[in-house]
């Protein structure tokens, strides 16, 4: 696992109710039980972490990955691009 996938998944583990079991790659955001102001702290826990900004609807109160693998991807593809 690298680096950023794994502080990816700490991000998000951070925001899980107490109990769920470990993330995988392809769990669903959804399925996971993080409620919408969950995921607005996410995306600025992740936003400050790794210094960049994630596209970002707000009024669909929901981000443009719908798998904890695609929000590692995501961050990796903008990480990437500052390089």
């Not at 899980?16 to 993080?34: C, M, N, S, Y």
């Not at 936003?47 to 596209?55: G, R, S, T, V």
């Amino acid at each position: 696992m690298t680096d950023i996938t794994a502080d990816v998944f700490a991000l998000i583990q951070k925001k899980l109710p107490p109990g769920k079991p470990p993330l995988k790659v392809e769990d669903r955001l959804e399925d996971l039980g993080i409620d919408s102001l969950s995921v607005v702290e996410l995306i600025f826990d992740l936003e400050e972490k790794f210094n960049i900004q994630l596209p970002y609807n707000a009024n669909d109160a929901e981000p443009d990955f719908e798998t904890v693998g695609e929000v590692v991807d995501a961050i990796k593809n903008l990480v990437g691009k500052k390089s």
